[in-house]
């Protein structure tokens, strides 16, 4: 058995908006390499706060986050890019790009990063296989599926190979069937090597599964 | 590595040119607008360079026009010769000839031609005797002319003097005044193409929100997010410059082959001049320079800032 290393630390996050509205208070968790973790709370509760700290799309009100051993709080602006290209993020209403197809939204990312066109149509081509899409590369988003459209955005996150996946309430949006099809695929890519923090309000979606929630309740850990 | 990285490099290039061109054609009626309006700044620059190189030979051909000094009545040729010395050790004289009165009435007969006969008439020379005088080429600041124009009339030998210096002035004066309100306009219309080219890159960025938001979400560097706009301001800056220069062209052509007639008669200019390569440079380089700048303006705003 390899042994555990913390891939998300946070030591006494707090996150405070327009001056005294707490969304998070005093955060204190560990989130090894590999796990998978749910993040379990009403709306409000801070759920997408705490996601979004991870990323850098909201800074601390004070305490320290490390992402893969990175300080995260001490990150430059303008380096803040290094970090997302490490974490891939899948959101409820999927953020795809309308205009783009499912081959060109998932290319994207590489795009971004300059890879070479061999190299986009091979790992796109495997993403959109490993999701099961890669009859639709031409489709438009608006032409598929919600369920399909949560695949297009799970096979973009997972593109670069993250070494952390968030996901926030990532079957919000989608039915009974669709979203046991997302948790599966989730669970499959956790089991390939890739930790997997999901947020979500649904308990029934945590009691299926035999992995560690973290319960938030008024921004603050109400247990393990 | 390098090899890889710069293969990186002409693919980013591409993208952004190709998103540029992409962006240029979605702004639709703003993007027509900011061309339209660098094109106006930059046509009163074009035509501030144009008076400019066009009226400077004017000025320096009005002050290489002969003064003539007229001297007084009854003036010994002990005296013409002590002034004709003296005028000779003026810096700004190049060259001083005596018309005596006889010369000067014998001038004034060639110039009336056939009818000279009518100072036939006349029972003595009316006509005083003159120095010309050719001014040096230095002699270009219209206040130091002045100042040496007073010297001359000041001379006791000298009645009165006859010359370019104070059309020289006013011509100075106008050409000044005229560079100064070009610039002036040119200025401030640049920096409202500045605003126009920033507003327009502001809609295309709101219209391109939640693309950025993904780019940025992905990981993409702040500048790769902004090259695109750039590049899209710095094409508009472009256009505007050689729309600009079309303008002025016609403009020339047509200015040119009405006024070439007037200007030949009043200064003596023979053809006006266009721009060179260098103006035409300067143009599109300064469209560039305006649409580029207008293009990172939006990026200050701190809602389009990096997080």
Known sequence: MQPLSAIVQMFHVYKTFDGNCKALVDINLRIEKGEFVFLVGSSGAGKTTLMRLLFREEKTSSGQIIVNGR?????????????RRKIGVVFQDFKLIPTKTVFENVAYV??????????IERKVCAALKRVGLEHKLERYPKRISGGEQQRVAIARAVVNNPVLLLADEPTGNLDAERSREIMQLFLDINHEGTTVLMATHNLRTVEGMNERAIYLREGEIAHY | MLITRIHAGFRHFFYFFRQAGRNFKIGGLSTIIAVIS???????ICLYLLVSSNLSPVLDLARNIEVVLYLKENISPRQISHLQQKLAGFVEVSEARYISKTEALEKFRRMLKKDAILLDGLAYNPLPASFELSLSHELKDPDLLKSFFSRLTNLPEVDSLQGGGEWVQKLSGLLMAIRLVLLCIGAILTIISLFIIASTIHLTIDNRRDEIIIMRLVGATEWYVRFPFVFEGI????LGGCLALVISTVLYYAFCWEISPLLKLVFGISAIDFFGSREIFLILILGVLVGGLGAILPFCVPSHQMR
């Open chain 1, 71 to 83: 300080n995260i709080n001490k990150l430059k602006d303008s380096h803040i890019y290094q970090l």
């Open chain 1, 110 to 119: 590489l795009r971004v990063l300059g890879r070479s066109r061999f190299e």
């Open chain 2, 38 to 44: 660098i094109a106006c700044s930059l046509l009163l």
């Open chain 2, 235 to 238: 094409m508009e800056g472009f």
